[in-house]
């Protein structure tokens, strides 16, 4: 039998409209340089948080799913 663990769960997911990213960008924890990469990153819960302008939401380094939605909750 093989033994398969989980290192690094990737989610991924919308808010349906855009985002504010100069809003978000002043946000404590916020790290933001446009020259270098197009979103907003925030790193809660062992997870990186990632929000483009687009509304677009990318989380991850979490080993979990549920620890990938407890970083996006952080921010709510």
Same mark, same amino acid.
């Given at each position: 039998?093989?033994?398969?663990?989980?290192?690094?769960?990737?989610?991924?997911?919308?808010?349906?409209? %855009?985002?504010?990213?100069?809003?978000? &960008?002043?946000? &404590?924890?916020?790290?933001?340089?446009?020259t270098e990469?197009?979103?907003?990153?925030?790193?809660?819960?062992?997870?990186?948080?990632?929000?483009? %302008?687009?509304?677009?939401?990318v989380?991850?380094? &979490?080993?979990? %799913?549920?620890?990938?939605?407890?970083?996006?909750?952080?921010?709510?």
């Amino acid at each position: 039998m093989i033994k398969i663990n989980v290192r690094n769960v990737v989610v991924g997911g919308t808010v349906g409209m %855009g985002v504010p990213i100069d809003v978000l &960008s002043r946000l &404590s924890g916020a790290m933001y340089d446009p020259t270098e990469f197009p979103g907003v990153r925030f790193r809660l819960n062992g997870c990186t948080v990632m929000i483009f %302008g687009t509304g677009k939401v990318v989380v991850v380094g &979490s080993v979990t %799913g549920e620890d990938a939605f407890d970083a996006i909750n952080m921010l709510v």
